[in-house]
Nanobody
Framework: VQLQASGGGLVQPGGSLRLSCAASGSLFKVNTVAWYRQAPGKEREWVAA???????DYTSSVKGRFTISRDNAKNTVCLQMNSLKSEDTAVYYC??????????????WGQGTLVTVSS
């Protein structure tokens, strides 16, 4: 199952944006789905994850601002981003990690979706 991110755009600081991750097949076949991001000149980092059972996990910098959700029937995972900051500017990707620290993934990265937070 391949995962593809979409929904990025330009938003002002303090604004909100909702990203979507669409699965090419049944999302029921995927255990954990995670969002990652890569800012200009920086390494890709893990942002949020959700298991097939609905358990969620967030990196500390987005806790309380981002919410990850999953709809297996629609084969979609979403990332609701609120109170956006300039440091959230990055290309966002979704993928399926298979380790507990979300370092190793099963699929290709694809093009991702660009989120730019700027006034």
């Amino acid at each position: 199952v391949q995962l593809q991110a979409s929904g990025g755009g330009l938003v002002q600081p303090g604004g909100s944006l909702r990203l979507s991750c669409a699965a090419s097949g049944s999302l029921f076949k995927v255990n954990t789905v995670a969002w990652y991001r890569q800012a200009p000149g920086k390494e890709r980092e893990w942002v949020a994850a959700i298991t097939s059972g609905g358990s969620t996990d967030y990196t500390s910098s987005v806790k309380g601002r981002f919410t990850i959700s999953r709809d297996n029937a629609k084969n979609t995972v979403c990332l609701q981003m609120n109170s956006l900051k300039s440091e959230d500017t990055a290309v966002y990707y979704c993928n399926s990690p298979y380790d507990l620290r979300y370092r190793f993934v099963t699929g290709s990265w694809g093009q991702g979706t660009l989120v730019t937070v700027s006034s």
